[in-house]
């Protein structure tokens, strides 16, 4: 309830006051400090003593109770932490609170792991602290300096997504110039930050270089290059976790370098999923994959997607680390893969130990290859199978008779269903993670089952299953409290019942989806947000019953809620994207009326950020006033002159978020501009058909 914003509005204003001096000012930051934080969290403490007295005077509290809270400095570091985590602005929480804060400087100097895009944890004792910091700010360097200045015993250093702003070399030289950094970290983060190679590459390697102790690196989705990779391989020989997942251009250059540094290595993720310039996923090839076969610790390998490679690198591989735990091996679905079944096998009989294995997309996995890596992999505790259309009931069964062990099964055969479903639950009573998302005969007689001996399920997933009931629901949530996911969309025979006992049973739930349970309406999605304030994520599209009031209900009570979809729900109006607004952490709001303003808006300004795209029609767009309806307007007309730029511009794989942005952006009009969207994406389509390469119009 205290008005962080405004304290540190003043704090700026009082900052540039020549006449306050540093002593006033340090004096004024206490005093403004003391008024909008401590006092009235004081005040809310005394009121809680004097309801605690009352309850004590009329003996519902035992005499000898020692909650008493009478001060601030009282509460446990946990509940500072907490308070704390409302302070979205990284200036305020890390540079003006520990300046007249002597209590969270002693807590910021126990931090060993930080997180600033998820939160800190504390250890000892093990904390989180929540924040969703802005770092777009142009105090990025001082912040990011101020940050490891006052966290001296960091050993990891998570900057997840962070805002492209963020990286300019200033700031992470600031990092790299931190002596109690780099002499103690451990494990550095950079998933999702997608501009870092190319805004930081040179410091990036410094940062790196200079970390002693560095043993883990993520790197995802990072427009790294081979050069970058080359040099942080040089730099760190006791690397032992790498993680280079979403970089396409990399190459075997990349492969070969950590082949050769980084020899105690046991973790190497190179999942691929985006396309590169060349049309493909990834350029690695077997050539690459054999190099590895010098690491001699690697236990764990990610190679989903990676096109080219055949089945003699795995078996090589295989016959090299016949410790290995983990495997990915996604195919395409369009491109499939050069790994054939009998590899697969192979690789099973050199490594019996595996533990995890990713096959999706394996559209022709027939059930006897199934069986056989069942049966030399007997250990196995997780089987992602989506899109394995080809699997059966047979296959699937007879790998729950051989894998009691198995934890999460990931199953996208629409040929296998209820009987494996049954098989699994008797079979694996540790099951944690089932889906069975394509199959549609599962019914209560499948619930039963995994009630009855699964209790630690936490995630359960099927889809447009005609004979679930409210009754299979219900006993499923009855039994299995622990569970945190669940999704039974299209299953039109679930009514609020399910949801409500759901809401009732399973106090961990994080996130559900009822999209065309047509019977659900707001009674139960107001008792699920009343029920279960941490709840982050529902989608219940095609719900034409639900209104404005489940969104409020949601709004209200789930103050870290992430993400909603209700496309196709004809009862809410522009309230309830009004009420979505306090939701600070709320990135994702499909089909709420109301909210697309806002999500064009943001799309269309995040396009204009990248000035080397078709730079005069984004300052255009940018500059507009942020209306949606004039936004698509102008799009809309100037869809032919978009192509046409990408065109005469070769589509350089800088380039390519760009085109998938313009092919969003087609989507993210609103419902009443429907015309203006079939026209833009017509528009786009024309301009582009039958011009470029085959590359080029296969990309598009």
């Excluded at 075997?252 to 999942?271: G, I, P, R």
């Amino acid at each position: 309830g205290c008005d962080f914003s405004r304290g540190a509005r003043l704090a700026r204003v009082l900052e540039h006051e020549d006449w306050l001096g540093p002593d006033g000012l340090s004096h004024a930051i206490g005093v403004v400090f003391t008024e909008l934080i401590l006092s009235p969290a004081n005040e809310i403490l005394a009121r809680a003593a004097q309801e605690h007295d009352a309850d004590d005077a009329a003996g519902e509290i035992a005499p000898d109770d020692p909650s008493d809270v009478a001060c601030i400095d009282d509460l446990p570091d946990e509940m500072l932490v907490d308070i704390f985590g409302l302070i979205a602005d990284p200036e305020t929480l890390l540079v003006s609170v520990p300046a007249v804060c002597t209590r969270w400087r002693r807590v910021c100097s126990t931090v060993q792991d930080v997180n600033l895009d998820l939160g800190f944890a504390l250890s000892p004792p093990f904390m989180t602290l929540k924040s969703q910091l802005d770092w777009s700010t142009e105090g990025s360097p001082r912040i990011l300096g101020g940050f490891i200045d006052r966290f001296p015993n960091i050993v990891e250093v998570h900057l997840v997504g962070l805002d492209r702003k963020a990286f300019s070399g200033p700031s992470l030289m600031a990092m790299a110039d931190s002596v109690s950094l780099t002499s103690k970290c451990t494990k550095l983060d950079f998933q999702l930050c997608r501009e870092l190679c190319t805004r930081a590459g040179t410091e990036i390697t410094i940062l790196v270089a200079r970390c002693q102790k560095l043993t883990a690196i993520d790197l995802t989705a990072c427009s790294m290059t081979d050069k970058v990779v080359v040099e942080i391989a040089a730099s760190c020989p006791d690397l032992t976790e790498v993680t280079l997942a979403y970089n396409p251009e990399l190459s075997d250059e990349s492969l070969f370098a950590l082949a050769m540094h980084c020899s105690l290595l046991k973790t190497l993720q190179f999942n691929q999923g985006v396309w590169n310039k060349r049309g493909n996923f990834s350029e690695i090839t077997e050539e690459g994959v054999l190099a590895l076969c010098t690491l001699k610790h690697l236990t764990a390998i990610g190679l989903n997607r990676c096109t080219y490679l055949t089945g003699d690198c795995i078996v090589e591989l295989a016959k090299s680390h016949p410790r290995l735990l983990e495997i990915s091996l996604e195919s395409d679905l369009l491109l499939g893969t050069g790994i054939d079944e009998p590899a697969l096998v192979t690789l099973a009989e050199y490594c019996p130990d595996l533990k995890k294995i990713t096959l999706g997309g394996w559209q022709f996995l027939q059930d006897d290859t199934l069986v056989a890596v069942a049966e030399h992999c007997r250990g196995l505790e997780s089987v992602a199978l989506e899109h394995c259309e080809s699997l059966t009931d047979a296959g699937i069964i007879r790998m729950a008779e051989l894998c009691p062990s198995l934890s999460t099964v990931l199953c996208g055969c629409g040929c296998a269903g209820e009987a494996s479903v049954i098989a699994l639950a008797n079979h694996c009573p540790e099951l944690e993670t089932l889906s069975f998302q394509e199959s549609v005969d599962i019914t209560d007689a499948s619930l039963e089952a995994l009630a009855q001996h699964c209790a630690n399920l936490k995630a359960f997933v099927c889809t447009a299953c005609d004979d679930l009931t409210d009754a299979g629901v219900q006993m499923l949530a009855e039994h299995c409290p622990a569970l945190e996911v669940v999704q039974f969309a299209e299953c039109d025979r679930l009514t609020d019942a399910s949801v409500t006992t759901i809401a009732s049973c399973c106090p961990k739930l994080l996130r559900c989806n009822f999209s065309s349970c047509t019977k659900i309406t707001d009674a139960s999605i107001v008792a699920l947000a009343h029920t279960l304030p941490g709840l982050q994520a529902v989608a219940m599209n095609d719900c034409a019953q639900v209104t404005d009031a489940s969104i409020a209900a949601i709004a209200e009570k789930c103050p870290g809620f992430l993400a909603i979809e209700v496309r196709g729900c004809p009862r809410l109006t522009a309230a309830s994207g009004e009420a979505l607004r306090r939701l600070a952490k709320l990135h994702t709001a499909e089909g709420v009326p109301g909210w697309d303003v806002i999500s064009f808006t943001r799309l269309i300004q995040f396009v204009a950020t990248h000035e080397a795209f078709c730079p005069n029609i984004f300052r255009a767009s940018a500059s507009a006033k942020p209306e949606t309806i004039e936004l698509a307007r102008r799009v809309h007309e100037r869809a032919p002159e978009f192509a046409e730029t990408f065109l005469q511009k070769g589509l350089k794989p800088s380039h390519e978020s760009a085109i998938v942005v313009i092919g969003y952006a087609s989507m993210a009009i609103p419902e009443q501009m429907s015309t203006g969207r079939t026209a833009l994406a017509d528009a786009l389509y024309g301009a582009f058909t039958g011009r470029g390469s085959h590359d080029q119009q296969r990309r598009f």
